[in-house]
């Protein structure tokens, strides 16, 4: 993971409180149930096992470990206090279901027994049977000699209850500082990529569909937010689970220890295969899954297209095949998954449990090890496999947040402009043009070494046929692309000195489709700047001449507005736009195409207001019909990227060049056309 994994480090190191906290909530969550197989094994070994120790007569019958028998009082071996007598000793032994009362000294501990005519014999490792007296014992005598462990037993009992209490309070706070830990994160990171978003150049956007930027905003950093709640988690405590449970079997007995041991390993070389696999399966369902949404989103906007043009089969076939390919991925993702699976955690376990039992029933361990030794040895490594197969659960998520944060940061890295915050007062708007050249593409000039100057209160005009550059010069104008060559210059100031922020604040732009956000009439006017007040909404709204269109609706001026304004006219959307820009008050307008899709009638609305507007603001005007550039102060013609006729329309028309056939063509066919 490299460099993203310490930039996913540097994420959540920000959040290191509460994160260390619910680490530290869950190492004394593990070390509280850690505790659990050691009070099992007292309980088995002492409390219940215990019975079989040696018992000595005792004189008092008052004492709470004394058992009554036959008139006589017994006490187990480890209940005696330094320094009290001890009588004689006698055993409680068991074989099979049945407990018989051995009334002897010195009687193995090992070796078969068996009971006949009142005598238990224990056949020892070296084939010498031993015979002692004894007597079977009846349930309530056998319960007699439990009895004193009851109370220790109980008092064990609570513990491990409230042990169990304590872990499952720390892990309900770990769960709960990780997943608030971790959702702080990913709105952070998304915050961060959404506000990098409005850096980037307008040009990383022509080269990546929406759709795949969408995923990488919502689905990318949801998968890393998986990553800080279930895989941070699982590896965290899951690696403390086994250090601190190979510790604890360590002291419970060496060798039942080191037959554990390749368990570590083996998990290792278990996560480096799955990992080899997982890496490229994880990269092409990423990728796949921003296709699937890129095509989703363009088949949404473009849908009017599609059924016009009756397109819907073969969108259907295109999403199909891209679907499939999504799938069969996925389905190799799930067979590395379901080969690598908790089943094959099992597998390994069930061997293990194979050769301890082995050993124990072939009497390598059973001198070794006792029964207690050897429960709480099955339970240590129960409790092995869990966090085992919690790492090997969280290996697929690991892969995709691996994969999604590569993604992620791709885009953090892109370089893009950060957003001044810095304002400066008005500039008068006169622009200049000096010997500028441009291309979108190396070695491929669009624009070639154009000059001119427009001067405060000026409306300059660019036509030319379609390619020829005048959408160019405009976006170098707005900076949406910076010049390579020659330069631009503001006032006689060079723009490129200027932040994109502070060059923007004074103008304003209406572009032949017009964008409308969700929201009201007059949301989308405003765009929500404090500084553009209702009086100056509704003031730009009758400057256009819209003011009683909208006011007509059933809401007025908060009429809402859907998606992309698609309930309103293209000329109530236009109108909105041309006002957005006027609320702005910019000393720079730009009218790119701006009345190319309205209706004559609305356009000779927006041509009135024009006249009072264009007052003490540089205007730039792409226009398609030239008869409303007539009145431009300054008409620039374009020819593949060169200007190569300038003037008014009365100097423009006497020079009897391409602007005067354009215009007699238009005038003499009624319509527009390619400019």
Do not use: C
């Amino acid at each position: 993971m490299g460099n993203n994994g310490k930039r996913l480090f540097q994420y959540a190191w920000q959040f290191k409180k509460p994160i260390l906290l619910a680490l530290l909530l869950l190492a004394l969550a593990i070390a509280a149930e850690l505790v659990g197989p050691f009070v099992a094994k007292r309980m088995i070994d002492t409390n219940i096992m215990g019975i079989e120790k040696p018992w000595y007569e005792t004189a008092n019958h008052g004492d709470p470990y004394a058992v009554d028998y036959q008139g006589r009082a017994y006490k187990r071996a480890d209940h005696w206090l330094a320094g009290e007598t001890k009588g004689r000793e006698v055993r409680v032994l068991q074989t099979g279901l049945t407990y018989y009362f051995v009334d002897a000294a010195g009687v193995p501990d090992t070796g078969k027994r068996t009971f006949a005519d009142g005598a238990l014999t224990v056949e020892a490792s070296d084939g010498n049977a031993l015979r002692y007296p004894a007597a079977k014992l009846s349930r309530g005598e056998i319960y007699g000699f439990y009895e004193p462990e009851f109370p220790s037993i109980y008092k064990l009992a609570a513990f491990y209850v409230g042990l169990l209490l304590v872990g499952a309070a720390l892990a309900y706070g770990q769960r709960y500082l990780l997943q608030v830990s971790a959702n702080r994160i990913v709105r952070k990171m998304r915050n961060d990529v959404f506000r990098h978003i409005q850096e980037l150049p307008v040009q990383y956007f022509d080269n990546l569909p929406a759709g795949k930027v969408v995923a990488r905003v919502t689905n990318d950093t949801e998968a890393i937010r998986e990553l800080y709640v279930s895989v941070l988690a699982n590896f965290f405590s899951g690696l403390i689970y086994m250090v601190a449970i190979i510790g604890a079997l360590f002291i419970l007995d060496e060798t039942l220890a080191l037959i554990a041991l390749p368990m570590l390993p083996i998990l290792y070389l278990w996560i480096v295969v799955y990992r080899k696999f997982a890496s490229r399966y994880n990269h092409v369902i990423r990728s796949r899954l921003s296709d699937i949404n890129g095509m989703i989103n363009e088949s949404i906007q473009g849908m009017p297209i599609i059924q016009a043009f009756r397109r819907e089969n073969e969108t259907m076939a295109e999403f199909r095949e891209m679907n499939d390919d999504y799938f069969n991925y996925q389905n190799k993702l799930l067979t590395l998954n379901s080969l690598t699976s908790h089943n094959l955690v099992n597998v390994f376990r069930n061997v293990i449990f194979l050769l301890v039992i082995w050993l124990f029933a072939g009497g390598s361990l059973s001198s070794a090890v006792t029964i207690g030794v050897l429960y709480a040895f099955i339970d240590y490594m129960n409790r092995m496999m869990q966090p085992i197969v919690g790492i090997v659960n969280q290996l697929s998520n690991l892969e995709v947040a691996r994969v999604s944060a590569e993604r992620v940061f791709a885009l953090l890295d892109e370089p893009g402009v950060r957003v001044s915050e810095e304002r400066m007062p008005r500039y008068k708007g006169n622009v200049g043009f000096h010997d500028v050249s441009f291309g979108y593409k190396p070695g491929e000039d669009v624009l070639k070494n154009i000059s001119f100057e427009a001067k405060q209160g000026e409306t300059v005009a660019l036509v030319g046929h379609t390619g020829s550059g005048k959408s160019s010069i405009l976006n170098l104008l707005f900076r949406f692309y910076d010049v390579e060559r020659g330069a631009i210059t503001i006032d006689g100031a060079d723009a490129r000195g200027l932040s994109k922020q502070e060059l923007r604040e004074h103008m304003g732009i209406v572009l032949q489709d017009p964008f409308l956000f969700t929201g009201t009439i007059a949301s989308n006017v405003s765009l929500d700047d404090p500084a553009i007040t209702r009086e100056k909404v509704e003031q730009a709204l009758r400057d256009v001449g819209a003011y009683d269109m909208f006011m007509q609706l059933p809401n007025g001026l908060d009429e809402p507005v859907i998606e992309k304004g698609s309930t309103l006219s293209a000329g109530q959307r236009q109108l909105i736009s041309f006002a957005r820009a006027l609320a702005f008050d910019p000393a720079i307008l730009i009218l790119d195409e701006a009345t190319a899709s309205i209706d004559t009638e609305t356009e000779a609305v927006i041509q009135r207001a024009l006249d009072v507007l264009k007052r003490g603001r540089t205007t730039f005007v792409i226009a398609h019909r030239l008869s409303t550039i007539r009145a431009a102060d300054q008409i620039l013609v374009l020819d593949r990227g060169r200007i190569v006729e300038r003037g008014n329309h009365d100097e423009l028309m006497a020079f009897d060049g391409k602007y005067r056939a354009m215009y007699e063509l238009q005038q003499g066919a009624g319509v527009a056309v390619g400019a």
